[in-house]
């Protein structure tokens, strides 16, 4: 007897518990489609903002081309630090429109607070450019740090701005709707 109401006991318990589960992932979806953030209601010039992130979406995903390694940087380096450098003043012209937005809707406090954020992201991601530059000098003066590509100083802080950025361009990505 004892064993078929224990039974009994942790059927109903897991119908409860996943009903409890499935409910609480079904409303969070539903919500998450439904609500715009008040942020990004209060926007007078959403498109440009828009396209400003589109921008910054695409020039993350040219720099996946950089190919930094040890082997081959020395054939490589007259070719990277250009495109690297292009990737900042593309970066630099992004953060530049940033401030003319800025300037232009200084009296919105939301079109304001995205272009800060957008600007935080393109200043983290020149950050990672300009840190790339630093670690192909690195590798061109045979610095033994330089080499260790996994542990070294040099990535250290390659990996938290490419983390870093990329966090905060999911993050706009996914709560901004732009």
Do not use: W
């Amino acid at each position: 007897m004892k064993n078929k109401s224990t039974k009994v006991i942790l059927t109903i318990t897991s119908i409860l518990l996943c009903m409890g589960i499935f409910t609480n992932k079904t409303y969070a979806v539903e919500n998450k489609i439904n609500k715009v953030p008040v942020v990004v209601q209060g926007l007078k010039d959403k498109e440009t903002l828009a396209n400003i992130f589109k921008n910054l979406k695409m020039i993350r995903d040219n720099m996946r081309t950089i190919d930094i390694n040890t082997k081959t940087i020395k054939e490589k380096s007259e070719i990277l630090k250009p495109q690297i450098t292009s990737y900042i003043n593309q970066l630099e012209e992004v953060s530049n429109n940033l401030e003319r937005h800025k300037r232009i809707y200084k009296d919105s406090q939301s079109d304001i607070f995205v272009a800060d954020q957008l600007q935080i992201l393109s200043s983290v991601y020149q950050a990672l450019l300009r840190d790339q530059l630093i670690l192909i000098d690195g590798l061109l003066k045979d610095d033994p740090e330089a080499s260790k590509l996994i542990f070294s100083d040099y990535l250290y802080t390659i990996y938290y701005y490419m983390l870093l950025g990329d966090q905060m361009l999911n993050y706009i990505n996914e709560n901004y709707e732009l």
